[in-house]
């Protein structure tokens, strides 16, 4: 099968490649940044299957493969990047054929071509609980108070929990109690998640967006 690299990153992009082509019947034949005119790689390398290494997810990604689908329709599609919605889940999935969570095991690239090759779909199990989990059933920003959300969105923006008390006018261990708060209502979720989900659900000033490429496109700033 052969197999061309798409990448945001140049660095994990080069793992994968060192660690695909040490697998029997897989040739990786080219390497391209996501950002370049790939087009122009598939008709010259004609792969069968393409790996996309995105660095954090966007839902312009969704149009992406679906113009990609529609102009290389035997082309298989194999994404990884980051957990995300069961919404973006749904609906990125009738374009592509597999996703992978970039936190699961390398050996997990190699299971995903081969499910791909017989059977044409693979979820790696992270993405499967995601997708397939009840999309009401996720968190969202009504479960913050309004304090909270305040919080949340002046703490992404500020240095430190001081800075947050001063903004606000309160002590900082108040901040430090509000923010161990919100944490158990969104779950186990990093400070770059925190961000994405602070600027997804407006609780930014608007002197501050986007501050991260998923933002970008989804956030309304109306």
Known sequence: MKI?????????????????TDQKHLLVVGMVNS?????????????????FEFMLWSIKYIDYMSSLNIRFPQLKILVISELISHELMAKIMPYINGYIVK??????????????????????P?????????PHGEKTNS???TREKQILGTWITEDTYNAVANTLNISESTV???????REKLGSINHLQMMIYACQHNLISDKHKPICPNCRFSISTS
């Open 4 to 20: 061309l690299i798409a990448y945001d990153q140049r660095l994990v992009a080069d793992c994968l490649k060192s660690y695909l």
């Open 35 to 51: 950002e370049d005119n790939l087009y122009i790689a598939i008709e010259e390398l004609k792969p069968d299957l393409i790996v």
């Open 103 to 124: 936190t699961c095991a390398a050996e997990k690239i190699i299971i995903a071509i081969q499910e791909i090759k017989s059977s044409g779909k693979y979820l790696c």
């Open 126 to 134: 992270k993405a499967v609980d995601k997708y397939f989990s009840c």
């Open 143 to 145: 479960q913050l108070t």
């Open 176 to 182: 430090r109690t509000h923010l161990k708060n919100i």
